[in-house]
């Protein structure tokens, strides 16, 4: 089958690799009929991501069919459609059973599709842990409607469940690129008073303009005035940092009131430093770490009754025998790309 593969830093490459095959009796094989590139992707080809396994698939945003499933697999069937976790959890240990499950102790745990395992840019993958790393898709959902739902998606969700909003506050999210578009629908989940987007790029800024009218849109420049002029304590009760960079980093905390939360939704590139002299007094709460992705049934069932909806992020098609101009034009943000959806059929490569 064909796979994009990490060969080393720098160098991702188009390669054929046998079809996988159920290596324990929890696994399940799943023909990927819909990927897509991540920024970690990204973050992995240049060597931000030491745990990243050199000769992996990469990939870890899919959906596809059930083809093969192991005897201790009890809540899929080969003919399922599916939605696959970002994340691999045994769903048994201390961590798991608390809803932490970025924190699962076994070997696999954690992320580990697309970077220390094979992933889903690929033909076919080989999911661990089954019946925690698939979601049935309703019959009523398509594949585009549930392709972000095992990564982004659930990230966004994950990060508007911890922040602990109210409908008295005034919410921040920095950075209007995918991951900010999903934490914002789940933000809006919580309707609180008032939501502002702060992003740099004007295309960004106007696919938030076009599809979310009701939200106050900002850039960096004036993000900090703007937030302080729109909240009623001087800044807002809840920022979600879903930039990462350090500008961005910096400007959370700063656009924050005493005693708000700060949750980074945000990978780095390179280490954060809070601080502390400049910081004291404001008494926040800073809430950090990878998706928990264990809501993604609640998730698809939100996307079914009509109160999530993706598929505006996809701006661009490819198939899997040209994922090389995806990740280009991806990489690029030209053409304002937002997403891009990979089919592993050659005859659907039409942009």
């Given amino acids: 089958m064909l796979a994009y593969t990490y060969i080393e830093k720098g160098k991702f490459a188009l390669t054929e690799k046998p079809v996988p095959v159920l290596q324990d009796s929890r696994d399940a094989i799943v023909r990927v009929t819909l990927s897509s590139i991540c920024t970690s992707d990204l973050h992995i080809m240049h060597g931000s991501v030491p745990r990243a396994v050199p000769g992996i698939t990469v990939g870890h945003e899919m959906v596809g069919i059930v083809e093969a499933a192991g005897p201790d697999v009890t809540g899929m069937k080969p003919g399922d459609r ?84 109210t409908p008295e506050d005034t919410v921040l999210i920095i950075g209007a690129g995918p991951t900010g578009i999903c934490t914002l629908l789940c933000v809006m989940e919580k309707h609180p008073r008032q939501i502002i987007i702060c992003e740099k790029d004007p295309a960004r800024l106007n696919f938030v303009r076009n599809h979310y009218p009701e939200v106050l849109v900002t850039d960096p420049d004036h993000a900090l005035a703007f937030t302080r002029a729109h909240s009623a304590h001087g800044g807002a009760d809840v920022v979600l ?111």
């Fill in 82 to 165: 599916v939605s696959v976790n970002v994340e691999t959890f045994c769903g048994s240990c201390f961590f798991c059973k608390h809803g932490y499950v970025n924190n699962c102790t076994d070997p696999n745990g954690g992320w580990a599709l697309g970077c220390r395992i094979d992933g889903g840019q690929a033909e076919y993958v080989r999911v661990p842990f089954a019946d925690q790393g698939l979601c049935r898709i309703p019959d009523s959902v398509t594949d585009e409607q549930a392709l972000f739902v095992g990564d982004i998606l659930a990230t966004g969700f994950w990060a508007a469940k911890i922040s602990g909003i």
């Fill in 241 to 351: 940092e879903a930039a990462g960079t350090r500008q961005s980093f910096r400007l959370a905390w700063e656009a924050a009131r005493p005693n708000a939360v700060v949750t980074i939704v945000a990978l780095y590139d390179e280490a954060m430093v809070l601080p502390l002299p400049d910081m004291y007094g404001k008494n926040l709460i800073f809430k950090t770490g990878g998706v928990d992705g264990c809501d993604c049934a609640e998730i698809l069932s939100l996307i079914q009754k009509g109160r999530l909806d993706t598929t505006p992020l996809i701006t661009h098609r490819f198939s899997l025998d040209n994922i090389e101009a995806a990740y280009e034009l991806f990489e690029s943000r030209k053409d304002d790309v937002m997403k891009i959806a990979i089919t592993p059929q050659t005859e659907s490569s039409d942009r």
